[in-house]
């Protein structure tokens, strides 16, 4: 167990749909990562959060948005779902200035 | 795009050290090596990692060049819940983002 949660385990929607998608860091981590790992393009990073701003961009669509909370947990907004989105989706945690990260179990994304 | 270089798959016996090469010819002089692991769709796990150094934990040992091009991963006694894809990433402590690449599947027999 990692510490990190994330929330729902899995999801099953339809194209067009919008879905949030939850992650809780580690106690006292500062940084929140998000990931995409599906099948042909393997694990990208999506986005970097600290301690509530954004912190780097990777490979996130223009429809995929992402927020820090004060409490530190993080939400991923997908919306206008399409069958490519299919996906598990991970959220990471790290420590203030440390190399290491630490993911959650993740969530499965179907999109139908 | 990655800048590490692994074999795409690898065998081991169980019991046996396991040993994992990575190549990262461009590293750059600031930038650690890291290894994850990730167990069947479970979310990565972090292994070890090291900027010059050999580093040892609890997990593995971690063997870097003299030249930091390359390194190895070893798993001293391999079992059947070793088995796994492998990745080796670089990267600073305060980088953030991992680059994960193809990584190595580890395959443990029993």
């Known amino acids: 167990d990692s510490g990190v949660t994330q929330t729902p385990k899995h999801l099953i929607t339809a194209t067009g749909q919008r879905v949030t998608l939850r992650c809780s860091p580690r106690?006292?981590?500062?940084?929140v990562y998000w990931y995409q790992q599906s099948l042909d393009q393997g694990l990208q990073f999506l986005i970097q959060y600290y301690n509530g701003e954004e912190r780097a961009k990777g490979n996130i669509l223009e429809r995929f948005s992402a927020q820090q909370f004060p409490d530190l947990h993080s939400e991923l907004n997908l919306s206008s779902l399409e069958l490519g989105d299919s996906a598990l989706y991970f959220c990471?945690?790290?420590?203030?200035?440390?190399?290491?990260?630490?993911f959650g179990p993740g969530t499965r994304l179907t999109v139908l | 795009d990655a800048k590490t270089t692994q074999p795409p798959s690898m065998d081991c016996a169980e019991g046996r050290a396991a040993n994992l090469p990575c190549n990262h010819s461009t590293i750059s002089g600031n930038e650690y090596v890291y290894w994850y692991r990730q167990i069947h769709s479970q979310g990565p796990q972090y292994i070890i990692h090291g900027l010059k150094n050999n580093e040892t934990n609890e997990m593995a040992s971690l063997i870097i060049t003299e030249d930091r091009k390359s390194s190895t991963l070893i798993l001293p006694h391999a079992t059947l819940r070793d088995t796994a894809v492998y990745y080796c990433i670089t990267g600073g402590t305060s980088y953030g983002k991992l680059t994960f690449g193809q990584g190595t599947i580890l395959t443990v027999h029993p």
């Open positions: 106690s006292g981590d500062l940084s």
């Open positions: 990471a945690s790290s420590e203030p200035v440390a190399g290491e990260q630490f």
